[in-house]
């Protein structure tokens, strides 16, 4: 079917208004077919009136993990060390059922697709391993929802102690021996399931659903599996998604672990560092790491609101600018953000950037962090003409009401569109030339019965989370030591705001069952 906005401005960021005189778009086969003025009413098009509203690429989530969807609020804020062992302990009490994979992606489209989020790079983790019918879910979610996605099988390979410096000295003999154990799923498993998700969910839906690869981290596989997934990558032109310098304890094992090179300079030594590689968080970046990404053409996905809740630390967003290295912008997670909003994510970047340089004049600009959130995505998910509204490109689209409030009245469309905006303007979204949201809400699924049956599931699985926690108590005075022992440690350089020294000792409460000395 073909569809035309009529009197429509489009988002234009080179312009000095941010956007067009009113347009027509027509759209066909999933594409922007043609942009102009009184554009033909083809027979049987569907005509969509913009009333002068503005027509703009719809956002790209552009890191994500869908598996914790269901559990937002659940956790304070913690390190990230601290709070993965709540996040996703590989316990069989959590082993969810096909459904309960379908439904928490689902809430996740849910709230992606209502405020205005049409794509989304889904880093899925797996607990406590990942089975060919829980990804076949997870896809099935994102055919079903009408999202444009890309999903990866984020999933360790080598032991907890491993991963992490300090912590095999700390632990008592039975809990070293626990955590000595490898991942439940070894590495021709995973490359098995990479075969499946590749044969199976690769280009479905008319090329909505598409795949990537996922090492989780550097650290967290052997170097021959994260040779066998840059194979994949490069076979299938795959972005390969990989969380580096996220923490301060990260920078440390670098040092601790790996003769002094961080993450970012171990991987581009492997020769795995690429213009296919998302560089996740990349906060405790030194210049020679950012050179190196700037080589390789990587791409950095920042978290802003993530790094904020989990207390990681500030990206140096102004020297990737001026390295020209692409950024995109993520939630990371719904237990990490507590929201799957990008507007929220946008708002964040463009504030907590200004108050790391005395220099107003490098603060982030609005302009720079709505590219990050459109064709930055794009880029990220290797379609380069995602995000962006031109002849040929995708037609995944939002019509915002320049009526509303957050508009009212227009003095700068992007500051507004980056610091008024939450979502709620959005009038229609669209996905590969599909209306997905319109004024009574979503099209292609009945939202109440979906929330209303995930509440009743998750509800029953509310002591099975609480048994978790318990079980990962044991291991909490150890975390704390070793996340001590890391913040001790002077690295060279300093990502968090400094104030007064850390307490210690003063106990950490992680939810009604569990308070640890």
Known sequence: MTTIFRNVRLLDLDRPEGMTPPRDVSIADGRIAAIGEGLGNPDGARVIEGNANLLMPGLINGHFHSAVNHMKGRLPSLPLEVFMLYECPELDVLRPTPREAYLRTMLGCIEMLKCGTTSVQDDCFFVPRPEPEIVDAV????????????????????????????????????????????????????????????????????????????????????????????????????????????????????????NGRSLVQYTADLG????????????????????????????????????????????????????????????DEAIADDAVNMWSVMKTAALIHCITD???????????????????????????????????APADLNLIDLGAIAYVPLNDLPRQLVHCEYGT????????????????????????????????????????MDEADQRMARYLPYYRKMYDLACQQDVGMERRIPQAQPQKNRGLALCPLINAE
Request: glycine letters at 8%.
């Open 425 to 464: 303007s959005v009038l229609q979204t669209m996905v590969a030339g599909d209306v997905i949201r319109d004024g009574k809400g979503l099209t292609r699924v009945n939202e109440n019965a979906l929330l209303a049956e995930a509440s009743a599931l998750f509800e029953r699985r509310l002591q099975d």
């Open 139 to 258: 896809a099935q979610a994102y055919v079903d929802s009408g999202m444009r996605v890309r999903l990866a099988l984020d999933q360790p390979e080598v032991s907890e102690l491993e991963k992490l410096p300090y912590l095999r000295d700390l632990l008592p003999t039975d809990l070293r021996r626990e955590l000595g154990q490898p991942s439940p799923t070894s590495r021709n498993e995973l490359l098995g399931l990479y075969d499946h998700l590749i044969s199976r969910w690769h280009g479905a839906a008319g090329g909505r659903i598409k795949a990537a690869v996922s090492c989780s981290a550097p650290q967290r596989v052997s170097p021959e599996y994260l040779g066998a997934l840059d194979q994949l990558s490069r076979d299938h032109d795959l972005p390969f998604y990989a969380h580096m310098l996220e923490t301060k304890l990260q920078r440390v094992f670098g040092r601790e672990h790996l």
């Open 272 to 331: 795995m560092l690429s213009e296919r590689m998302n560089v996740i968080h990349a906060i405790w970046v030194d210049d020679t790491d950012l050179d190196l990404l700037a080589e390789s053409g990587a791409t950095v996905a920042h978290n802003p609101v993530s790094n904020l809740r989990l207390g990681s630390g500030v990206m140096r967003w102004r020297a990737m600018q001026d390295r020209n290295i692409p950024i995109c912008l993520g939630v």
């Open 358 to 392: 005395w220099d107003y004049e490098l603060w982030p600009n609005p302009r720079e962090i709505l590219r990050a959130a459109t064709t930055g995505g794009g880029h990220a998910m290797r379609e380069p003409r995602l995000g962006r509204i031109e002849i040929g």
